[in-house]
């Protein structure tokens, strides 16, 4: 992480900043430009201060947010680990039913084995053409 970011003690943001935030950049973005050279355009200064004067919170959610993504990827990469050692590696076979031959699995959905090669990336097959 960015040892700046790490710096601010702001609290991090609420929906409702993050609303007001996104109700202002639209304003700014859709209000009427004055014409080069005619002077000031004092309505997106104003919002721009009043947008960088909010971006502390804004920051540490971000950071937060980042900081939790982070920890569930390592989280999920150590499950799939733990997946691969427990499941069969060898491919399912399927019978006329819609079972699987190879690992004895009759419920009529997919075979546990197969899905877990999936969830480990060691299939071929997409992740969203296995049912759940």
């Given at each position: 992480m960015n040892?700046?970011?790490?710096?601010?003690?702001?609290?991090?943001?609420?929906?409702?900043?993050?609303?007001?935030?996104?109700?202002?950049?639209?304003?700014?973005?859709?209000h009427i430009h004055p014409q080069p050279g005619s002077g000031e355009d004092l309505y997106c200064l104003n919002l721009t201060?009043?947008?960088?004067?909010?971006?502390?919170?804004?920051?540490?959610?971000?950071?937060?947010?980042?900081?939790r993504l982070a920890a569930a990827d390592e989280e999920a990469a150590g499950m799939r680990s733990v997946l691969d050692l427990l499941s069969d590696d060898e491919p399912c076979s399927l019978g006329v039913?819609?079972?699987?031959?190879?690992?004895?699995?009759?419920?009529?959905?997919?075979?546990?084995?197969?899905?877990?090669?999936?969830?480990?990336?060691a299939s071929d097959v997409p992740a969203e053409a296995v049912a759940r």
């Open positions: 040892p700046l970011i790490d710096r601010l003690t702001h609290t991090a943001a609420d929906d409702k900043l993050i609303e007001q935030l996104a109700d202002a950049v639209l304003d700014r973005q859709t201060s009043w947008l960088g004067e909010r971006m502390g919170p804004i920051l540490v959610r971000l950071r937060e947010a980042e900081r039913r819609g079972t699987c031959m190879q690992h004895g699995w009759t419920q009529g959905t997919t075979c546990p084995h197969g899905r877990a090669q999936v969830l480990i990336g």
